[in-house]
């Protein structure tokens, strides 16, 4: 489970060019980096739901945005909240955190 505080990128993913789906992750956050405000708990996935099939939970999250970094207008600390089910982010390391290592890389220097 993500939890508040932690940055995320919304998945760069078009499975509308693959054939018939319901997406509910808008096309202008694909790719963009926010953070996650808090996690609104699990539900039964929406993709799946539209076609009939069956449907596991999956958590659903407001994920906050800078305003700015996404449509070039907006004061600075304008902020867009929105809700992304936990299967269309992927994390990012933490500002400062050290990278991780290579597998293989130990003793090089």
């Known amino acids: 489970m993500l939890a508040p505080g932690m940055a995320v990128r919304v998945k760069r993913d078009f499975p509308e060019r693959r054939g018939p789906c319901h997406i509910r992750t808008p096309h202008y956050l694909r790719g963009r980096d926010g953070v996650v405000e808090r996690h609104l708990g699990d539900f039964p996935n929406p993709e799946d739901l539209a076609f009939a099939r069956p449907a596991a939970k ?20 304008d902020t867009l909240l929105v809700e992304i089910f936990e299967h269309w982010l992927e994390t990012l390391p933490m500002a400062g955190a050290p990278k991780a290592r290579r597998a293989g890389s130990e003793g090089q220097g």
Do not use: I, N, S, T
């Open 58 to 77: 999956v958590p659903l999250y407001h994920v906050r945005f800078d305003q700015p970094g996404l449509f070039d207008e907006g004061a600075k600390g």
